[in-house]
Nanobody, 119 residues
Framework: VQLQASGGGLVQAGGSLRLSCAAS????????MGWYRQAPGKQRELVAV???????NYADSVKGRFTISRDNAKNTVYVQMNSLKPEDTAVYYC??????????????WGQGTLVTVSS
């Protein structure tokens, strides 16, 4: 199982970006999917998570600005990031709880995509 993230880049404060993350491989069931981020010198933190039924949860710092969604047919999770702030600058990682067809871990991570917000 692999998670492939895309969509990061450089944007000015107030701008928008959309990140995507697609899961592929020997997948049986994809449960929750989410996004985390890690800024320089800081610990990785939850940004948003969405369950297979569509329930969502957000970090307080992104509520009202970020929207997480998923396409279950494509095993893909998205996060639409609006009104970006310099403090949103970080490497963003996607995460998924996956039951694989073959024995393996329960939680998978994408490779990370850099989001840089300039002031």
């Amino acid at each position: 199982v692999q998670l492939q993230a895309s969509g990061g880049g450089l944007v000015q404060a107030g701008g928008s970006l959309r990140l995507s993350c697609a899961a592929s491989g020997s997948i049986f069931i994809v449960n929750s999917m989410g996004w985390y981020r890690q800024a320089p010198g800081k610990q990785r933190e939850l940004v948003a998570v969405i369950t297979s039924s569509g329930s969502t949860n957000y970090a307080d710092s992104v509520k009202g600005r970020f929207t997480i969604s998923r396409d279950n047919a494509k095993n893909t999770v998205y996060v639409q990031m609006n009104s970006l702030k310099p403090e949103d600058t970080a490497v963003y990682y996607c995460n998924a709880q996956i039951i694989s067809i073959v024995p393996g871990p329960d939680v998978y991570w994408g490779q990370g995509t850099l989001v840089t917000v300039s002031s």
